[in-house]
């Protein structure tokens, strides 16, 4: 993709990474090539999913050789997806602030012994599509389940630049030097991230996942809440509702959003992420996706 070369040019995040490697006199491409990177993020830490993914990673031949914990917040979120956020509709990045405020995430880095295209490439196309319609049995995220397009549990850097470029946006230097000479190493490091699951778990209780029970939480706090009439209007039709329709459940969390009344973050999550748009109604991504199907046609297509 030409044009991603072009931006990725100029970008910091990747540059950051890449001219740490060669100080280190690393070789970009190769590090590149056969490492991926696969994030838990909050939601996953809810769902007690580091075991499940621990377990597939190694069914599906991919060693951890790194780990480390990833505090997430709103800027952490916009990096990441830069170049794609800009068709995210409003109502999924306040989602996705509320989410990286349930917990913290976990960072694993991975490598395997498949040459035919990259470790990231194969993991990307293993792990499985965002919409839960589209998942097939044996895919991560069909195994882990997330009720929803926002909830989906993991993000994988999509190919061997993408591997560079957030390695900068997850990790400082200083750590990133450690991640990088751990990979290099490549010792099996499941322990390590079995027991960073268990202390970010300590910090994040599990989570409920099932839309009845969030709308449940949701109602009661209405009930009880002093809330502005415009707020009122809206909430008293799915307080009395016992199926309320997802307009009107969009409606109310809108209507408390602009109001700034305050919902419980999880209950809102499982419920904004179900009823309201994740996406503009026009528009294509700054930079689209290179999927599995590009590699396995160019086979070695792209570099770094």
């Known amino acids: 993709m030409p044009e991603k070369s072009a931006a990725y040019a100029h970008d910091t995040y990747y540059l950051e990474t890449a001219d740490q490697l060669a100080t280190l006199d690393v070789d970009a491409n190769t590090f590149a090539h056969r490492h991926g990177l696969l994030f838990l993020k909050p939601d996953a830490i809810a769902a007690r999913a580091v075991e499940p993914t621990l377990e597939w990673l190694q069914a599906n031949s991919f060693r951890i050789v790194s780990a480390r914990k990833v505090v997430a917040d709103r800027h952490l979120v916009r990096a990441l997806w830069y170049f794609q956020w800009n068709i995210a509709s409003p109502e999924r990045r306040r989602l996705a602030e509320l989410l990286v405020g349930i917990s913290s995430a976990l960072l694993l880095v991975v490598t395997d012994t ?19 319609s589209k998942r097939r049995p044996g895919e991560l995220r069909h195994l882990l389940g997330g009720s929803s397009y926002l909830l989906n549990m993991v993000h994988t850097a999509d190919e061997p630049a993408d591997v560079l470029r957030e390695l900068g946006v997850y990790l400082p230097e200083s750590d990133r030097a450690a991640v990088i000479a751990e990979a290099i190493r490549g010792a099996d490091r499941s322990s390590e991230a079995r027991q960073l699951g268990s202390e970010i778990y300590a910090d994040c209780p599990p989570r409920s996942f099932d839309r009845a029970s969030a709308e449940e939480v949701l109602r009661e706090q209405l009930r009880i809440a002093k809330l502005p009439a415009a707020v009122r209007d809206h909430a008293d039709q799915v307080v009395v509702a016992t199926a309320a329709s997802d307009a009107g459940w969009a409606a109310v969390i809108l209507a408390c959003w602009q109001h700034g009344v305050r919902l419980d973050p999880w209950a809102t999550l499982v419920v904004g992420s179900a009823v309201l748009p994740m996406r503009t109604p026009t528009g294509t991504q700054t930079l689209g996706p290179v999927g599995p199907a590009q590699w396995h046609t160019n086979r070695y297509g792209g570099t770094t």
Not at 114 to 128: I, M
């Open 114 to 132: 498949a040459d035919e295209v990259p470790t990231s490439v194969r993991l990307t196309e293993r792990k499985g599509p965002t919409a839960p």
